[in-house]
């Protein structure tokens, strides 16, 4: 009885010693030797695995760079010094280094906005979306449940009255808040001397008025101010090209609906502020 149940156990134990042993020696004999310019280009990555280069993580990065299949300049998140390192390793010139952000086009908190009904679903902008477009009365505005807030992994969404925002400061620009909004209102932009538009509302201003005090109305005061010829209305709604935009603050001031702030360094200053 203990010989039957015995000397199988011993042969499995072999057979497995065997096997191990195999595969230690195939994976010595055809193992890929290490790129020495792919672990430099991986040392140089902040090492976040944000996947906001495009590749799966640092590792894929510095693969693609090595390979030739990649420049040293989509590390967001590592910012000027890092693509420093990157161009020096690559032979490279380091490019002007202008830090984006994630930012939700959308300032319709609660004060400024009203509601079409009284959700009682779950929760979650994704599920709310799926009522009627949610809660508010502007199809375009933020649903409030932080969807993105769950998403980020760098403490970089906080909820302000019903409203995500995005501190510029921290975010790394992973994109996952962006994948994460079914109101498709987040979008990347200069984090620093630029002017932002908050408002995705497409709608005619005398609509968008009447349920939302800080939307855009189409006014083009903003463009008729604009020293640069730098916004321009598209489709019911102001848009500032950042590669024009000097930051003088000069749309700020004239909205008069309050839905533009000016980046001073990584700071969103209102126009309160400016005229204070």
Not at 3 to 12: A, G, K, N, Q, R
Not at 38 to 67: H, Q, V, W
């Amino acid at each position: 009885m203990f010989e039957s149940i015995f000397y199988p156990v011993i042969l499995v134990g072999l057979l497995g010693l065997i096997a191990g042993v195999g595969l230690s020696i195939a994976t010595i004999v055809f193992r890929t030797p290490e790129d020495p310019k792919e672990t430099e280009l991986r040392a140089a990555l902040p090492g976040i695995n944000c996947g906001a280069c495009g590749f799966s993580g640092c590792d894929g990065y510095a693969k693609a760079m090595a390979a030739d299949e990649a420049g040293g300049g989509l590390c967001t998140p590592g910012g000027a010094e890092t693509q420093e390192k990157l161009a020096a390793i690559l032979g490279e010139t380091a490019g002007s280094f202008q830090k984006t952000a994630a930012f939700v086009r959308c300032n319709g908190q609660c004060q400024f906005t009203q509601t079409k009904m009284d959700y009682q679903g779950a929760k979650t902008c994704y599920a709310a979306n799926q009522v009627f477009g949610g809660q508010g009365s502007c199809q375009q505005s933020c649903l409030g449940y932080g969807d993105c807030l769950v998403s980020c992994d760098y403490d970089a969404i906080e909820m302000i009255d019903g409203v995500a925002k995005i501190k510029p400061n921290k975010c790394v620009g992973c994109l996952k808040c962006i994948s994460a909004c079914p109101k498709l209102l987040i979008k990347m932009l200069p984090a620093e001397n630029t002017a932002i538009v908050t408002c995705s509302n497409t709608e005619r201003g005398g609509g968008v008025k009447k349920i939302c005090s800080v939307g855009c109305i189409t006014c083009s005061k903003c463009v008729k101010v604009c020293p640069e010829n730098a916004i321009e209305i598209v489709e019911n709604l102001a848009v500032i090209n950042p590669d024009l935009c000097t930051n003088c603050g000069e749309c700020v001031i004239a909205c008069p609906q309050n839905c533009i702030l000016q980046m001073q360094g990584t700071t969103a200053v209102t126009k309160e502020i400016l005229a204070g």
